[in-house]
């Protein structure tokens, strides 16, 4: 299986599955000599595991990251950093009523047309536990960048939406309510509404906001690897998004050129940023800012119509724990795969020094 590898300089390749031993990953092109700060990195994995509230899936693990390699008294050493995730909370005969079937909207059906075989526990391969191994080395990015703030929070639910620009809200609420909103009026409503949503057994999607501030000028190449493109390719490789959006995204689509300029100051400042802090690909030191959007979870806890390995169609309902709204838990994984981006254009910039 191709496509377990992100990154060019600052490189992640990643194993395991939902309900295997244990996930882990190598991570290489760690700059040498940074002390890290392992209780940083903890801290990023306790916001994405399960079971961290009641409007989350409540499988129960520690997440507890085991460093195996690349790392000498508490200091990287530019060798490839190993690591592993044990799985301590697995139940995999919730799956075993699909075993012979293939849910909507999932990886089943097309996993075992290209492979031949899949794990049905939990997904395998497919699940978004993989994205375990992501926030481990987006945690060890963001203390490699220097002076760089990544912030991402949920700015939407269903309908329900963040009605400030991000700049009127207060980044340090992020972590005050379940649901990672800043806002905290409109975090109380989506709280509710995530609720009611999982009491029928259905589920629903939302938005996670991103803002990259004090990036400096010249992360990004020309033409193919533009900062936003990678930008975009990291997000829609996070489980479940359907969407990428910079900047005015597709707002801008309906605005004259005249009003979407940003204008220069003397000083290379720009007076706006619809441009969402990159022009011809390369950052222009204004704030990045970009928007994530998240599918409803495809396991519902309703009967639905599932295709079985035989092409014959039955009624099936949903088992296993499952979060009824993803994008709380997604917050740190998009932070994670941003910071891994800019790891790496920050390597990429320095060779050119």
Sequence with gaps: MAGNSF???????????????ALGGILDGCSPGLKLDFEAIQNEMQ?????QSTIVTQRKEDDEVQFLSGIFEGKTMGTPIGFIIPN????????????????????????????????????????????????????????????????AFVSSVGAIFIDKPYQELNFDLIESNAVRCPDLATAEKMEAY??????????????????????????????????????????????????FELGSGFCGAQMKGSAHNDLYREDG???????????????????????????????????????????TLVEQMGKGRHDPCVVPRAVPIVEAMAAMVLADFYLLNKTYL
């Design 7 to 21: 990154g060019t300089l600052f490189k992640l390749t990643t194993f395991g599955e939902s309900h295997g031993e």
């Design 269 to 311: 400042t720009t007076k706006t940023n619809l441009s969402g802090g990159i022009q011809g690909g390369i950052s222009n030191g204004m704030d990045i800012y970009f928007r994530v959007a998240f599918k409803p979870v495809a396991t519902l806890i309703q009967s639905q119509e599932v295709l079985t390995n035989q092409n």
């Design 47 to 51: 916001r994405r595991k399960p079971g």
């Design 88 to 151: 301590t909370n697995q139940k995999s005969d919730d799956y075993t009523h699909i075993k012979d079937s293939y849910r909507p909207s999932h990886a089943d059906y097309v996993y075992e047309k290209k492979y031949g075989i899949r794990d049905y526990r939990g997904g395998g391969r497919s699940s978004a536990r993989e994205t375990a191994c992501r926030v481990v080395a987006g945690a060890i990015a963001k203390q490699m960048l220097p002076n760089i703030k990544i912030n």
């Design 194 to 243: 995530i609720k009611e949503v999982r009491k029928e057994g259905d589920t629903v999607g939302g938005t996670v906001t991103c803002v990259l501030q004090n990036v400096p000028i010249g992360l990004g190449e020309p033409v193919f690897d533009k900062l936003h493109a990678e930008l975009g390719k990291a997000m829609l490789s996070i489980n479940a998004v359907k969407g």
